[in-house]
Nanobody, 119 residues
Framework: QVHVVESGGGLVQAGGSLRLSCAAS????????AGWYRQAPGNQRELVAG???????NYADSVKGRFGISRDNAKNTVNLQMNSLKPEDTAVYYC?????????????WGQGAQVTVSS
């Protein structure tokens, strides 16, 4: 079993920055791919940024140039640096990791972190 916990959410004014962190812990595993998703009220959950096991990244068009995803394999953490925040970035942000133990991989979600951007 792997536990995923997000931290770093909060309230920020438009134009400000926040850094979200995602820590995975549990039995022996390694993180394969990982991603940050968000869900605003009334909207579907959407992919914000993803990072592969090799470090390749991809971003939603709406956040390109403003958000940066990174990972620390030694600490089993995945971070999302969010700059130039806009009110439309307001949502609950979820971390998802594909944790592998040997050839067995499973997807795990965190509980979510609220990000609120005021205008």
């Amino acid at each position: 079993q792997v536990h995923v916990v997000e931290s770093g959410g909060g309230l920020v004014q438009a134009g400000g920055s926040l850094r979200l962190s995602c820590a995975a812990s549990g039995s022996t595993f390694s993180i394969n791919g990982a991603g940050w998703y968000r869900q605003a009220p009334g909207n579907q959950r959407e992919l914000v940024a993803g990072i592969s096991s090799g470090g390749s990244t991809n971003y939603a068009d709406s956040v390109k140039g403003r958000f940066g995803i990174s990972r620390d394999n030694a600490k089993n953490t995945v971070n999302l640096q969010m700059n130039s925040l806009k009110p439309e970035d307001t949502a609950v942000y979820y971390c998802n990791v594909a944790a592998c133990s040997g050839s067995y991989c499973h997807s795990y979600w965190g509980q979510g972190a609220q990000v609120t951007v005021s205008s």
